[in-house]
């Protein structure tokens, strides 16, 4: 099974400030012949299901605010909010959807200072 | 617009089967997927396995394979889960989602039911 490892665990940042989430998985995600990486991003807020924030690594969204980037390819990857507003408080999941079974990372708890 | 609505709160007894729904509106349901996904109070989310509801092809995680089965009804445009001999680790929220198109991510997802395993 490929292990989808995610750091920090938690973090607090200000309001108006940038947050940066890393996911790093076991094998490489890249699909050569697709030229993609099999990784989504997701954001849980208490009480709610996931909800879908990034695909193909990098891909946002319809309707995800642009202050949120994703990016890596491989085994590195990367999640940034900027601008933190106090809805983004929540939990960050990265997906990794290269083979099965799916694995997801541990999430990240991310919090207002 | 596309919603996933699942049934509701279940309790059950370890050693019984509980079954779940998950009833799809607003895109064509033959055209996706369907996948389950789990998770423990306080807990990361657990894959447990995807369906097309095209021809009813099936993947199951090896850790669920022998008592987990998925089912879709395309004329109800339903999905089902049904988990057996039912253990208190399995009490968790148990969610479907739809499988993107093109892709194995999961773009829309319901809004889970709990299932509670108790003597």
């Known amino acids: 099974d490929i292990v989808m490892t995610q750091s920090p665990d938690s973090l607090a940042v200000s309001l108006g400030e940038s947050a940066t989430i890393h996911c790093k998985s076991s094998l490489t995600l890249f699909y050569s012949s697709h030229n993609k990486d099999y990784l989504a991003w997701y954001q849980q807020k208490p009480g709610q299901p996931p909800k879908l924030l990034f695909y193909w690594a990098s891909t946002r969204e319809s309707g995800v605010p642009d202050r949120f980037t994703a990016s890596g390819s491989g085994t590195d990857f990367t999640l940034t909010i900027s601008s933190l507003q106090a809805e983004d408080v929540a939990v960050y999941y990265c997906?990794?959807?290269?083979?099965?079974?799916?694995?997801f990372g541990q999430g990240t708890k991310l919090e207002i200072k | 617009q596309v919603q996933l609505i699942q049934s509701g709160l279940e309790v059950k007894k370890p050693g019984a089967s509980v079954r779940v729904s998950c009833q799809a509106s607003?895109?064509?349901?033959?055209?996706?997927?369907i996948t389950w996904v789990r998770q423990a109070p306080g807990q990361g989310l657990e894959w447990m396995g995807w369906?097309?509801?095209?021809?009813?092809?099936?993947k199951y995680a090896q850790k669920f394979q022998d008592r987990f089965t998925m089912t879709t009804d395309t004329s109800t445009n339903t999905g089902y889960m049904e988990l057996g001999s039912l253990r208190s680790d399995d009490t968790a929220i148990y969610y479907c989602a739809r499988i993107g198109y093109g892709g194995n991510f999961f773009d829309y997802w319901g809004q889970g039911t709990l299932v509670t395993v108790s003597s």
């Open positions: 369906i097309s509801a095209s021809n009813g092809d099936t």
């Open positions: 997906h990794q959807y290269y083979n099965a079974p799916h694995t």
């Open positions: 607003g895109y064509k349901f033959s055209g996706y997927g």
